[in-house]
């Protein structure tokens, strides 16, 4: 009998990505047939599991597969296995994503279907499993197993392929540099990335004079004084949000969900194939992008990498504490 893992889609592009690479592996790990389940309605309100419409991961089955059984883990999904991870959640009153997904550290489930609830990757905790057949995933550090399941089980629908093709034919130069910038919901420091950037183009312009930069954001505005600064940015034509907020899981705002997903697909590859990428990686977005980079001599700035140490801690207090609502 088939046992199956369930990974729901939650939050964006990136978010969504990483918790795949992370039912990828276990499902490989455990033997189980892994089911991807992107019906909530973040990229369609038609119901439509847009993984399929998106992605080819040929290790990976859509909700059809999935038997008709009561041997679910966690019980929360019982009977509602149709629903949103946002809906259960808003109904069931749990406050986090661990009370609706299974451990990743087991493999001794019994049950026929284990569901997993992420809005990133799970790979640290699954190193208790990296044994046997799978220990050469032990000498790896997490961002390299997520590169090798990404780069080894999915690619981009043949369309949004071509797309991506058509737009590096028409506008990318010998030499790239991308820059993603996410300033809606999040806001890296824009300051720290045009010096960043100004730093980049300094070693960049004697080697390759006639080098562009490819920039992605969620901002038109951000965008455009990028563009007065700049002026050799190249950028694709995208829906933006008139009120500032963020592109995904905004369909007050945005016509096309499904367009919605593929722009941001487009971008995400572009990002891929330049042969230098700044970025900060507390995106998702961002930091898949720099992995999904082919080119052996690519070259990633990450700005909150570049940050010392004690600045690192400042923001994420700072954060923590918008969070929460307190301080300034």
Known sequence: MTNYIVVKGTSGIGNRVFAVATGILYAQLSGRQLVVDWRDGSYSNSGTNLFFRYFDCPVAQSVEVLPATDSIYPTHWQNKLNRSLGSVINESGLSCYKDLSFDVSRLDYTETIIVLSAYTHKIGFMRLLFTGSASRFASMNNLEILQLVLQSNLSLKEDIRLQVEEFKREY??????????????????????????????????SKHPNYKIFVATDSQEVLSSFKQKFPVIISTNKWFSASGKRLHQNPEECEDLIQNGIEALVDLDLLAACDELLFASRSSFGLLSSMLMDKPQAIRHDIDTQKPLIKRVQLKLKNLAKKLKIGG
């Open 172 to 205: 990318f130069a010998d030499y790239m540099i991308g820059v993603h910038i996410r300033y809606s919901d999040m806001k890296v420091p824009l300051s720290e990335v045009e010096s960043s950037l100004a730093s980049i183009i300094r070693s960049v312009k």
